[in-house]
């Protein structure tokens, strides 16, 4: 099956400073990318949508300029995290999709700021 | 916007015993997605449905595609421990609106 990886796998940072989080699709090209978030037993909410060559979706409540999305290859997307606080503390997973009708899932990134 | 609803919402089940859990909408998909996710990792997929009826297996695993489209349930059978964990359904049109349900965390006792 298609694999999408994820790197770091887990960062913990101080206040303050920012994280960059890289999702690859290793097997396939990816026309789009989705990150997510992942509060503690919760489900993922959908944080943005990132098409190759052209600037991210963001759903409603998410800062735009805190999220800085980067989707430069049709097997990378980038999530930074910008002046990372408490807060933004969570699992930040990604997936994938070479096509419309299914995503493939990172392993996740755990976000620790302290 | 669109919102998925997971019955049950948690289950403790024994090991051996057969599972079933189901997924509802108010609206219409073209696409439903099971996936499981462990603790501390990513949803793996387990099946795709793309047609209204359709039933797919996978191993122990069995999801069927609602006529209505509005709904999808997954069956699995002979449960084993590694079967613990959360399946999430998921909902799509196309890639024009994916939407995750809330989930159903599943626990085998021995």
């Known amino acids: 099956g298609a694999v999408v990886s994820q790197h770091p796998s887990w960062v913990i940072c101080k206040s303050g400073t920012s994280v960059k989080i890289e999702c690859r699709s290793l097997?396939?090209?990816?026309?789009?990318m989705f990150w997510y978030r992942q509060f503690p037993k919760q489900s993922l909410m959908l944080m943005a949508t990132?098409?190759?060559?052209?600037?991210?979706?963001?759903e409603q409540g998410v800062e735009k300029d805190k999220f800085l999305i980067n989707h430069a290859s049709l097997t990378l997307s980038t999530l930074t995290v910008t002046s990372a606080h408490p807060e933004d503390s969570s699992f930040y997973i990604c997936?994938?999709?070479?096509?419309?009708?299914?995503?493939?899932f990172g392993p996740g990134t755990r976000l620790l700021v302290l | 916007g669109q919102q998925l609803n997971q019955s049950p919402q948690s289950m403790f089940i024994q090991e051996g015993e057969d599972v079933s859990m189901n997924c509802t909408s108010s609206?219409?998909?073209?696409?439903w997605l099971w996936y499981k996710q462990d603790p501390g990792e990513g949803p793996v997929l387990l099946i795709a449905?793309?047609?209204?009826?359709e039933l797919t297996s996978n191993g122990r695993l069995t999801a069927q595609f609602g006529i209505t489209r509005k709904d999808s349930f997954l069956n699995i059978s002979a449960s084993i421990p590694s079967d613990v964990g959360i399946y999430f359904c998921?909902?799509?049109?196309?890639?024009?609106?994916?939407?995750f349900g809330p989930g159903t965390r599943l626990s085998v006792l021995p």
């Open positions: 097997d396939f090209q990816a026309t789009t």
């Open positions: 449905l793309y047609k209204a009826g």
């Open positions: 997936s994938a999709s070479g096509g419309p009708r299914t995503q493939y």
């Open positions: 990132s098409n190759e060559g052209s600037k991210a979706t963001y």
């Open positions: 609206s219409i998909f073209n696409t």
């Open positions: 998921a909902g799509d049109n196309y890639g024009q609106n994916f939407v």
